[in-house]
Antibody, heavy 122, light 110 residues
Framework: EVQLVESGGGLIQPGGSLRLSCAAS????????MSWVRQAPGKRLEWVSV???????YYADSVKGRFTISRDNSKNTLSLQMNSLSAEDTAVYYC????????????????WGRGTLVTVSS | QSALTQPASVSGSPGQSITISCTGT?????????VSWYQQHPGKAPKLIIY???DRPSAVSNRFSGSKSGNTASLTISGLQAEDEADYYC??????????FGGGTKLTVL
């Protein structure tokens, strides 16, 4: 059974850093396109970043230069290093897998975690 | 990357059909076949209901269908049921190798 479990969220001061993790089971992270998607309280979904199976990475303009997506093949986990955080980064962060039945370079997220809440506040 | 444009809300009675639009540009919706739709109930993670404009995951009801014309994609839900009441989001691959979501549409089943 495919499962994604995020961790690492919490309360952080503006300007601070946080590292999110997503533990995957039932499939191999490195063989799939994996993304982070966030949702501010009461707001829309916002795509954050993707890492492809070949290791290439892409970011939303709103986080480029501040966030870094990576994976640990030995642990079958996905991570998101977040630096220079601001109140605008407050959101539930989901990790998601792109469906394997599509050739889409991202999107078509068929499995999602439950999310981890990041609150940036002083 | 600006969000795709969706109506803020739609409503319908049980048994009826509704359609939600999703408008982008030639750099996203209009340029690729990679449009997805998600259903999200309060406090839950989104659920994929349509991918590649009109394909449906095997476990998703055939009451859900998708289409696209030019820069606008559409989701149609037929035979509305009470459990369809939720937020719906479209998303599209973009020419910048990124993904963009719509603003979301709240569906109310009257």
């Amino acid at each position: 059974e495919v499962q994604l479990v995020e961790s690492g969220g919490g309360l952080i001061q503006p300007g601070g850093s946080l590292r999110l993790s997503c533990a995957a089971s039932g499939f191999t992270v490195s063989n799939n396109y994996m993304s982070w998607v966030r949702q501010a309280p009461g707001k829309r979904l916002e795509w954050v970043s993707v890492i492809h199976s070949d290791g290439s990475t892409y970011y939303a303009d709103s986080v480029k230069g501040r966030f870094t997506i990576s994976r640990d093949n030995s642990k079958n986990t996905l991570s998101l290093q977040m630096n220079s955080l601001s109140a605008e980064d407050t959101a539930v962060y989901y990790c998601a897998r792109s469906s394997t039945v599509t050739s889409a370079p991202t999107g078509a997220f068929d499995y999602w975690g439950r999310g981890t809440l990041v609150t940036v506040s002083s | 990357q600006s969000a795709l444009t969706q109506p803020a809300s739609v409503s319908g009675s049980p048994g009826q059909s509704i359609t939600i639009s999703c408008t982008g540009t030639s750099n996203d919706v209009g340029g690729y076949k990679y449009v997805s739709w998600y259903q999200q109930h309060p406090g839950k993670a989104p659920k994929l209901i349509i991918y590649d404009v009109s394909d449906r995951p095997s476990a998703v009801s055939n009451r859900f269908s998708g289409s696209k014309s030019g820069n606008t994609a559409s989701l149609t839900i037929s035979g509305l049921q009470a459990e369809d009441e939720a937020d719906y989001y479209c998303s599209s691959y973009t020419s910048s190798n990124t993904e963009v979501f719509g603003g979301g549409t709240k569906l109310t089943v009257l």
